[in-house]
């Protein structure tokens, strides 16, 4: 009788860890946080085929450099979605504000205003997350 109590028991802690590590894994923030969103806009107008410079501050809360990759489009006002090439960024440990100057707004693009919306996915955890974000309106005119 007493070995079956001590199994219970021992399968009801088992069973407790378990759960306090999926808990903490699902609940466990992710290292990257954006501190400024939606992004400030440094160059408010933009000529076709040229580049939206954008004022990101971003945040590695984690001990080690990470590098993550963010997918992108340029949405018009009216709804109208372009996609952007895929970046891939690098981010040491702690905070940084930079100008992030690979948004290039594509020739073909038409006259009007525009925001730069994307979504990063931090993979490198138990459960993936993905992180949303846009910058502020921007316009973009004939290029040259």
């Given at each position: 009788?007493?070995?079956?109590?001590?199994?219970?028991?021992?399968?009801?802690?088992?069973?407790?860890?378990?759960?306090?590590?999926?808990?903490?894994?699902?609940?466990?923030?992710?290292?990257?946080?954006?501190?400024?969103?939606?992004?400030?806009?440094?160059?408010?107008?933009?000529?076709?085929?040229?580049?939206?410079?954008?004022?990101?501050?971003?945040?590695?809360?984690?001990?080690?450099?990470?590098?993550?990759?963010?997918?992108?489009?340029?949405?018009?006002?009216?709804?109208?979605?372009?996609?952007?090439?895929?970046?891939?960024?690098?981010?040491?440990?702690?905070?940084?504000?930079?100008?992030?100057?690979?948004?290039?707004?594509?020739?073909?693009?038409?006259?009007?205003?525009?925001?730069?919306?994307?979504?990063?996915?931090?993979?490198?955890?138990?459960?993936?997350?993905?992180?949303?974000?846009?910058?502020d309106v921007f316009e973009?005119?004939?290029?040259?």
């Amino acid at each position: 009788m007493m070995t079956a109590k001590w199994t219970m028991y021992g399968l009801l802690a088992l069973q407790m860890a378990l759960l306090g590590f999926v808990g903490y894994a699902y609940l466990e923030p992710p290292y990257l946080s954006y501190g400024n969103v939606p992004f400030p806009v440094l160059t408010p107008v933009v000529k076709a085929g040229e580049t939206v410079v954008l004022d990101i501050l971003r945040c590695n809360r984690d001990t080690r450099p990470h590098t993550y990759v963010t997918a992108r489009q340029l949405v018009r006002t009216d709804g109208t979605i372009t996609a952007l090439p895929a970046a891939t960024v690098w981010l040491q440990p702690g905070c940084e504000t930079g100008r992030s100057a690979i948004n290039v707004i594509p020739k073909e693009t038409p006259p009007g205003k525009y925001r730069v919306f994307g979504w990063t996915e931090i993979t490198d955890r138990i459960f993936p997350t993905t992180m949303e974000w846009s910058s502020d309106v921007f316009e973009v005119v004939n290029g040259s």
